[in-house]
């Protein structure tokens, strides 16, 4: 994990003041194409649905099935990440249109939208990397900081990630319960078995849907619809969880602690965001189909910012982070995936111990890095 | 769908009326199993964004001007729109700038257009956002969305033998709506035999179904800016039981209420709706007993205040804005990108009401400040005095 990075003499609320800038100057030319933008987008992706539906209902053609498949698992991907996500981050809110607004969005996915939205935007959001704050350290599973203590369960940890991948919409879903707050009784468990009810009515819809309802309508393809379905399903699930993973666990990520966040200012928040994402690097299809969450950093900056916009800003960030002597943690997919697998499998081991000479001390800013 | 939407019209789907809204209903709880999360109609306004029933829309199919700052706006309604009594008004949402505006017009059309479409017109007002961009810069097939139609200035039924409108300015759009359906409405039709007796001898007007004794009176400021002149003038020469008097008030000055005596002897004995700016209302209010008298507003007769205002928290949402003392907490809200339910925006119809969690606010209208914890407060119509929470 990268060190001393936030050691060095930052001035946090210039880098602050510059980056409000930023945001006041998207916020001041949202407009027209940005509301076409998206509009679009929703039309396309429920278009792509219905036509890889239909191709898998005609799918005793081989083509047919693989072509149905494959723009039902895009139509999801899409769903999911580029407009489920940032719907529910508020992000295109200011059209104030009730139908694309996060209070009312609804997603093609196992977690309902309003458990989601405090487990991400709340927690996850406001207290990115904090070590014990951010559940999404490992999602409470899985030790990705040397910092978290070891248990030997944790040896298991590469052959439960390829579950996890598999079936991240559930793992979500179950995640956004709190389970492991309640034996603490930080967690109602009265309030938890409420929300898992609601979980299980939606994962009930959802797999009544697509295992149920269109097989059945298939009639003699009821298999291979179902199996286009789970396959399309599947892929998103394991898409999706390699995108996230590489948004705040590569090396490059760094993690705090809980008393360094204490009195935070806002320029020492946007520095925190800054130093616990990474960046995709990659072309236009590659930031549309991981909802632009290759540009995590900007992403994590402003999280309602709406997201077509990050890739013009994210080379005024990149600038920024420069100019402040900052580090602006990039890579390409492979790189930055390789580079999760290989710490999901050292930490799945006991230690690194820390070295000495990483306890930097603390930058004027009050943030400590502890990687 | 936002809370504004719902009451307004029934959920009724683009093919209930043929096969019956119980099967449909089955139809479309079967098609949700599909369609889930969503709704089939998120799917169906993707052919057509008139078939949703979960917000109505409306597109507009052409924009023609009336004078050299009015407009009609031609409307075809989409699925779930109920027909509208002449009188009502809409609420119409315009994206300009990917932002949805929401503005109240009265319908400028009588009920039951063989074309099932309807009109508003539009007077622009200088810096009028929403009638600026409705006058100039909207192309037929643009999509608005629609709430209503709703309003209290309509006409009982059956009507009064006798009545009368003074109108004043763009205040003629809701009853043009009225007298074409006085006129040339179904009711006129039946009655055609009462109408000639109405004629001859007014005094006994009561028992005739048929078209009333109409007086109009309408002012504008020159024969030019005299929205609908021309057809007013047509409707006359066409119905002798309309009679028409024009003010062209920059040539003969405003009309007084004294001077209707002279206008319209019996002016007494006429139940009144009365539509136009502020002072007309006023004098209208002042000049004619209560019960005979019906006003439309156009806007929240609003007290400019100076100092107070403060900053309004959206406790659901999360959201906080500062609001000054002239801002309604609704426009407040919508500014701050939240979800508020809303309908006349005048302080009318009630869409708009929501529980205060604390603070107090102050009625725009009366200016008096008034609110406890779980109030429900008018949004439209209240601005904040002092910080305030709301729940939302």
Redesign the interface.
């Known amino acids: 994990m990268s060190t001393a990075a936030s050691a060095r003499l930052v001035d946090a609320e210039e880098f602050g003041r510059e980056l409000d800038r930023i945001r006041d100057e998207v916020i001041a030319s949202?407009?027209?194409?940005?509301?076409?933008y998206i509009r679009n987008l929703i039309?396309t992706q429920?278009?792509l649905e219905?036509g890889g539906r239909v191709l898998l209902s005609a799918s005793w053609l081989p083509p047919a099935w693989a072509a149905g498949t494959a723009a039902l698992a895009i139509a999801k991907i899409l769903e999911n990440m580029e407009i489920g996500h940032n719907v529910l981050h508020?992000q295109w809110?200011?059209?104030?249109?009730?139908?694309i607004?996060?209070?009312?969005w609804?997603?093609?996915t196992a977690s309902p939208a309003e458990q989601w939205k405090h487990s991400h935007n709340v927690i996850h959001h406001t207290w990115t990397n904090v070590l014990g704050k951010d559940r999404d350290i490992g999602y409470s599973a899985m030790r990705v900081s040397p910092e978290q203590r070891w248990y030997p369960v944790h040896l298991f940890q590469p052959f439960y990630n390829v579950l996890l991948a598999l079936f991240f919409e559930y793992g979500i879903a179950i995640y956004d319960l709190e389970l492991e707050r309640i034996p603490s009784g930080e967690k109602d468990l009265r309030e938890a078995l409420t929300q898992l009810r609601t979980v299980a009515g939606?994962i009930r819809?959802?797999v009544?849907?697509d295992y149920v309802?269109?097989p059945l309508?298939a009639g003699p393809l009821f298999l291979p619809v179902l199996l286009g379905n789970l396959s399309a399903n599947l892929t998103r699930n394991v898409w999706a969880h390699a995108i996230i993973f590489c948004g705040h666990f590569p090396d490059g990520a760094e993690m705090f602690t809980e008393d360094r966040v204490d009195g935070e200012t806002r320029g020492e928040w946007y520095v925190r965001q800054l130093l616990g994402s990474c960046n995709i690097d990659g072309g236009r299809l590659l930031h549309l189909m991981s909802g632009n969450l290759s540009h995590q950093i900007e992403h994590h900056l402003f999280p309602d910012l709406p997201s077509n916009r990050y890739g013009e800003i994210a080379p005024r960030v990149r600038a920024l982070c420069e100019r402040f002597g900052l580090p602006y943690s990039s890579g390409s997919l492979a790189r930055q995936t390789g580079s999760v697998w290989k710490r999901v499998l050292r930490l799945a081991l006991p230690g690194p111990a820390r070295h000495a000479a990483e306890k930097a001390a603390p930058p004027v800013s009050g943030l400590q890095s502890i990687g | 769908?936002?809370p504004s939407?719902q009451g307004y019209h029934q959920p009724v789907n683009a093919l209930g009326a043929v096969h019956g809204p119980a099967v449909m209903r089955r139809l479309a709880g079967a098609a949700r199993?599909?369609t889930?999360?969503?709704f089939p109609d998120?799917?169906l306004s993707?052919v057509n964004p008139l078939w949703s029933e979960?917000?109505l829309c409306g597109r507009i199919e052409a924009v023609r001007p009336e004078t050299a700052d009015a407009v009609t706006v031609v409307i075809r309604p989409g699925v779930g729109w109920k027909p509208h009594r002449a009188g009502q008004w809409v609420g119409i949402g315009v994206?300009i700038?990917?932002?949805?505006?929401w503005r109240t017009y009265s319908l400028s059309s009588p009920p039951g257009r063989p074309d099932g479409r309807v009109t508003i017109t539009v007077k622009t007002v200088p810096n009028g956002l929403v009638s600026r961009h409705l006058a100039r810069r909207t192309t037929p097939g643009t999509v608005v969305a629609l709430t209503g139609p709703a309003g209290e200035f309509v006409l009982p039924e059956p009507p009064p033998a006798r009545l009368l409108f003074l109108t004043a300015g763009s205040g003629i759009t809701p009853v043009r709506a009225m007298l074409y359906d006085l006129l040339t409405g179904p009711r006129a039709h039946q009655g055609t035999a009462g109408r000639k007796n109405i004629r001859h001898s007014p005094a006994h007007g009561t028992e005739h179904p048929g078209s009333p004794d109409v007086v109009l009176v309408h002012s504008a400021p020159t024969p030019e800016q005299m929205i609908f002149g021309a057809e007013l003038r047509h409707l006359a020469a066409r119905f002798p039981n309309l009679s028409l008097h024009q003010r062209h008030t920059r040539i003969e000055g405003r009309l007084r209420p004294a001077d209707l005596t002279a206008i319209c002897p019996d002016w007494a004995e006429r139940p009144a709706w009365v539509c136009g700016p502020r002072g007309l209302l006023q004098e209208a209010a002042e000049h004619w007993p209560a019960d005979r008298l019906h006003i439309e507003h156009f806007r929240a007769a609003a007290q400019m205040r100076v100092g107070e205002g403060g900053r309004v928290r959206f406790t659901?949402?999360g959201r906080q804005i500062d609001a000054d003392e002239n801002t309604s907490l609704l426009a407040a809200g919508?500014d701050a990108?939240?979800?508020m339910p809303s309908g006349c925006r005048m302080g009318i119809c009630h869409g708009c009401v929501v529980p205060l969690v604390s603070g107090r606010v102050r009625d725009l209208r009366s200016g008096q400040a008034h609110g406890e914890p779980g109030d429900l407060i008018q949004t439209c119509v209240s601005a904040a005095a002092g910080p305030v929470e709301i729940e939302l």
């Open positions: 949202l407009g027209e194409d940005d509301a076409r039309a429920r278009k219905i508020g809110d200011w059209m104030r249109d009730p139908k607004h996060s209070t009312t609804e997603w093609d939606k819809r959802q009544i849907k309802a269109f309508m | 769908m936002s939407h199993w599909l889930t999360p969503l998120d799917y993707l979960a917000e994206d700038a990917g932002v949805r505006h659901r949402s919508e990108g939240v979800l």
